[in-house]
């Protein structure tokens, strides 16, 4: 097994990077600073890092078409026009409650978007899990402390996400045409006796999910039984979200934070907040395109 040759992508230190989504027309990683209410740009090929200010906490990104985004924030649901960076809300939710704002997220290979919301300052069962197609919302899973790991199989047949407060990686039966789970979940992953907490995740055409491990150093990807095959050593405590990036999504990029930590642990983990490339041989793919109306 090749091993993965770790860099970083970008030095610009996010106090909550999350959220990584990579546009392969423009070969462009989107990312966001969540607390400080940022998306992040920059080309996989190099070059500066664009900061666009969004004047409230955001956490997801999904691509319309070649000139809209759809980006998930504390209010819900905003159109991005690309060219002048305009947000539009497009659909509410938890609007009316200042407790809470969007966190993990992810485009079901159909065009459905599940969103996933949670307390600002993790409050006990504050958040939800949301699943948005052509304009219809609704709430698939309540009662979540810490929304996380959404992602879909290539073929939409199964849906995986976590309440990280669990330590528990649920997988659930899906509908591959409208994106809405079938049946009870059932647990993928049993991760409360391992090391760190289960965060942003990633599924392959093999069928393995790439997990970023907050707070354990790693990046950890576990074969379609659920079993783990492969730990990959960061050089940050806490990881937060891997994205397959490159012409053939064959690499991945993962976020990373220093939210939480004092001045002395800060010190003890200096890139913490940086964005990594991981030349690691992996079978990835690109998001789907969300579809809104």
Not at 127 to 147: A, K, M, P, Q
Not at 245 to 254: E, F, Q, S, Y
Request: hydrophobic letters at 40%.
């Amino acid at each position: 097994m090749r091993e993965a040759i770790v860099s970083v992508f970008s030095d610009h230190v996010c106090q909550l990077g999350e959220g990584p989504s990579y546009d392969p027309a423009t070969d462009t990683l989107y990312w966001f600073d969540i607390v400080n209410g940022q998306l992040l740009e920059k080309p996989l090929s190099g070059g500066a890092v664009k900061i666009h200010e969004l004047g409230q906490m955001a956490s997801a990104i999904a691509i319309i078409d070649d000139k809209r985004q759809l980006i998930a924030t504390e209010t819900g649901l905003h159109v991005r026009d690309v060219a002048t960076g305009k947000m539009t809300l497009h659909t509410a939710i938890e609007a009316d409650n200042p407790v809470t704002r969007s966190n993990d997220s992810r485009v079901h290979p159909c065009g459905a978007f599940w969103v996933g919301t949670m307390g600002k300052g993790e409050e006990k069962a504050a958040g939800s899990i949301y699943w948005f197609f052509r304009g219809e919302l609704r709430r698939l899973y309540s009662d979540i402390t810490v929304s996380n790991s959404i992602c879909f199989s290539e073929d939409g047949t199964i849906a995986c996400y976590t309440d990280t407060s669990t330590g528990l990686l649920m997988r659930v039966a899906c509908d591959p045409a409208t994106g809405l789970p079938v049946g009870e979940p059932k647990i993928f992953v049993d991760h409360r006796k391992a090391k760190g907490y289960i965060d942003g995740s990633v599924l392959d055409r093999d069928g393995v999910l790439w997990n970023a491990c907050w707070g354990g150093s790693v990046v950890e990807a576990y074969g379609p039984d659920g079993k783990l095959i492969r730990s990959v050593a960061m050089p940050v405590t806490q990881p937060s979200c891997p994205a397959f990036v490159g012409r053939n999504a064959d690499r991945l990029v993962v976020t990373s934070a220093w939210s939480g930590k004092d001045e002395k642990q800060r010190l003890l983990d200096p890139q913490a907040g940086m964005t990594f490339l991981l030349d690691i041989p992996v079978n990835g793919r690109f998001e789907p395109r969300v579809l809104i109306a």
